[in-house]
């Protein structure tokens, strides 16, 4: 069973730097993709960023272009969101994702692995 777990949301001040963490557990990601979701208060999940496990290949939501990074570590089974210059409306809770695919850009439903989730607050 694929186990998720996120850590690092914590309270940052527009401007600065934060990196989330996702512990994968549970099985080999090399015909996976990984992806960070975030859910606004009071508004539906959306798509950050993607990566594919085997090659590292990457893809982000316009939104967070340019600023956020998604990265993993093979060796730790650990994926990562480097996030920088962070604004107010990246509030939001953060999920990471794990779907059985190859391609960076499956339906939201493809991800079938999903963490609790760890809180992000950007403060103006």
């Known amino acids: 069973q694929v186990q998720l777990v996120e850590s690092g949301g914590r309270l940052v001040q527009a401007g600065g730097s934060l990196r989330l963490s996702c512990a994968a557990s549970g099985g080999t990601f090399s015909r996976y993709i990984l992806g960070w979701f975030r859910q606004p208060p009071g508004k539906e999940r959306e798509f950050v960023a993607t990566?594919?496990?085997?090659?590292?290949?990457?893809g982000y939501a316009d939104s967070v272009k340019g600023r956020f990074t998604i990265s993993r570590d093979d060796a730790k089974s650990t994926l990562y969101l480097q996030m920088n210059t962070l604004k107010p409306d990246d509030t939001a809770v953060y999920y990471c994702?794990?779907?059985?695919?190859?391609?960076?850009?499956?339906?939201?439903?493809?991800?079938?692995?999903w963490g609790q989730g760890t809180q992000v607050t950007v403060s103006s």
């Open positions: 994702a794990a779907a059985r695919s190859l391609s960076l850009w499956p339906n939201i439903r493809t991800y079938e692995y």
């Open positions: 990566i594919r496990w085997i090659d590292a290949f990457t």
